[in-house]
């Protein structure tokens, strides 16, 4: 459970989307893709269940064991028009800060873990670049008469 924060708040999220290949026919189990707010994701909440593999022994079924990454949730972000770097972060809830996780017996344990953000670099587009560019031309070539 948690947020997906941009900082500042700028920009515009959409289609937030967790992935079909997570749901299965578990009643527990919870896909909150969240609430799109300005840039940001709020209130993202996933519980996958469904996990008799462990129990039974069998090797796990993708996407879990997937040694190339397993995408658990993503969204589109659109630049406003605002420039400056943007820094985009998990922000756990205070309630759940910790996933849980299935251990071999069955059995649910916290795992501490470590989030990482990113941050982007919003820049004057090629159309902004041109009229920037075109103005100050046209300043020039105004003090030259």
Known sequence: MGN???APDIGLASNSQIPGALVNSDP????NPGV????????????????????AGFPPP?????????????????AGQTLGVVKFDW?????LPLPRMVLTNGA????????F???LTVVPGVGSAWVVGGGLALVGRRWGR
């Not at 527990?28 to 896909?31: D, F, H, S």
């Open 4 to 6: 997906l924060r941009a």
């Open 28 to 31: 527990a189990q919870i896909l």
């Open 36 to 55: 799109l707010s300005g840039g940001s994701v709020n209130g993202v909440h996933l519980r996958q269940g469904g996990l008799f593999w462990v129990i």
């Open 62 to 78: 993708l996407p879990w064991g997937n040694a190339s990454g397993v995408t658990l949730f993503s969204y589109d972000w659109t």
């Open 91 to 95: 922000v756990a809830d205070a309630g």
């Open 108 to 115: 649910l344990m916290l795992v501490p873990t470590t989030y």
């Open 117 to 119: 953000g990113i941050s």
